[in-house]
Structures are given as structure tokens and as C-alpha cells.
């Protein structure tokens, strides 16, 4: 079922692919990211051969997750000029084969990523195991916690960014005020809680890479590491990296942050 839902995802970045040529924008990919998990889960809820309260838990959770990033993210890219990121890759790609590298290197990249991480979401769903034991409640409450960093870090930002007085300021209130980035922490936490809502026995354990890898990749890749360098150097972030932890909310401290 796995090698379908793989097969699906490819179908689904290809045409994204060609939608970003068409626009001559690559940060289109920002927002087809999350719903890419939707399409992962619910075709392999679909295909799984249990429709019990386990399966439907994680396709509901994903959906939930999927659709609010899907939103988040469109709002505030449509319309736009194609993200930072996306033209700091065109200038290094130069002029020769630039849509084969972005291909490569964009979609094609995604869509590897995508297809590990949503381990969790396929094993849950092909589970015959749909019984909901200890396990699936810690996972429901990682995923509820993990909800609320980034939902409300969003929406925090979203109000200190709307207010003219705050340009050029920096959010270090609220949610983030214990960490630098509660909505990648929030992230991570989700998928740690899809993983263990999905795994029933030690059959499972191997699809934690999933959650690993995008704890890794919003921590030290494309997430908080890359927002890092953007402010690295600027007086303020300076000071509000020695009092906040980095990643794993805690209360404002003195001292060298996480």
C-alpha cells in the first residue's frame, strides 16, 4: 500500500512541478506541501484494508494539520513574488538545465522527504490493530500540544507583524517568549504523536524515521537553523537567543539559550 501511496505523491508533485514552470515560482511548493500529507492520508486510509477508530484518528489529525498549513501558508504567499529562498536557488543554478534542477532539487526533493515522513500516517492506516490503548493517548496528546505551538505561534505572529509599530521588530512575547520557533516545535511534536497514535507494537517502531527526519529537517535544514542565518548578526536576535531556547520551549532564562 506504501508503494502506491508513493506513487500517488509523485503524481501529485509532478503536476505541482509543472504548475511552478507555468507561474515561474517554485515557492508554490510551500503551499502544496501540506496538503500533499491530506493526499497521503486519506488515499491510504482509502486503501487500507481496517476503517477503524485508529485509522481515522490519523487521517482526521493529518487532514486537520494538512489543511491549516495548506491555508496558513496561502495566505500569506498568494499573490506574492516568489519567495527569497527559491530565487537565492535560481542565481546558483545559473542558466543551463534550471528546470530539471528545480525539479530535482525542489519538488523532486520534497516529495522524497514527504514519502518518508508520512510512514506513520500509511502503517497506521493498513493497521488490522485499531484498538486505542495508552500509547495512541500519549500520542493524541503530543499532537494536541504540538497543535497549539503552532497554531497560536502563528497567530501571534500574524497579529505582532499586522501592527505598523512592530516593523522591523522582533516577536518575543507569548509562545515566543519559550522558544525561538514554537510553531517548528509545534510541528515536530505533531508528527511525534501521529507516530505513536499509529504504532501499536514493536512492528511499528521503525516508522519513527518519519517524524525524526522532519524534526531534523525543521530544526536544522529548511526551518529554524535557516530563519537563524537570516538574523544572525542583528543586535536584538542576539539578545533574545541568550535569554530563548532555540527549539524546546522553556521559560526565559539568562544564559547561553539550547
Known amino acids: ?7 500517488v505523491l509523485f503524481i501529485y508533485f509532478f503536476v505541482v512541478f509543472i504548475v511552478g ?7 508554490l511548493v510551500d503551499i502544496a506541501w501540506g496538503f500533499g500529507f491530506v493526499v497521503a492520508g486519506v488515499y491510504s486510509f482509502i486503501r487500507g484494508d481496517s476503517f477503524g477508530l485508529r485509522s481515522l484518528l490519523v487521517t482526521g489529525l493529518i487532514t486537520i494539520w494538512g489543511l491549516r498549513l495548506t491555508y496558513h501558508i496561502a495566505i500569506r504567499n498568494l499573490g ?4 527569497y529562498r ?19 532539487n525542489v ?4 516529495f522524497c522527504v514527504m514519502a518518508i515522513v508520512s510512514l506513520p500516517v500509511v502503517h497506521g492506516n493498513g493497521n488490522t ?23 497560536l505561534g502563528d ?43 499509529a504504532v501499536t507494537d514493536y512492528t511499528g517502531i521503525w516508522t519513527i524515521v518519519g517524524p525524526a527526519l522532519m524534526a531534523f529537517f525543521l530544526r536544522n535544514v529548511s526551518g529554524a537553523k535557516l530563519l537563524e542565518k537570516k538574523y ?17 520551549p522553556w521559560l526565559p532564562k539568562k544564559g547561553a539559550a539550547s
Open 21 to 27: 514552470q507555468i507561474k515561474n515560482d517554485n515557492s
Open 86 to 104: 527559491y530565487v537565492a536557488m535560481r542565481r546558483k543554478w545559473g542558466t543551463k538545465w534550471v528546470r530539471l534542477k528545480a525539479f530535482l
Open 107 to 110: 519538488y523532486f526533493l520534497q
Open 80 to 83: 506574492k513574488p516568489e519567495d
Open 1 to 7: 500500500m506504501h508503494l502506491e501511496t508513493i506513487l
Open 232 to 248: 544572525k548578526g542583528r543586535e536584538d536576535y542576539e539578545a533574545y537567543k541568550k535569554v530563548t531556547n532555540m527549539f524546546f
Open 155 to 197: 497567530a501571534q505572529l500574524k497579529k505582532f507583524k499586522s501592527n505598523p509599530d512592530n516593523k522591523g521588530k522582533l516577536m518575543t512575547t507569548g509562545l515566543w517568549s519559550l522558544t525561538r520557533h514554537p510553531n517548528y516545535f509545534g510541528d515536530a511534536a505533531m508528527w511525534f504523536g501521529i507516530f505513536f497514535i
Open 129 to 151: 490493530q485499531q484498538q486505542i490503548g495508552p500509547l495512541a493517548v500519549l500520542g493524541l496528546t503530543f499532537w494536541c500540544i504540538g497543535f497549539v505551538f503552532e497554531s
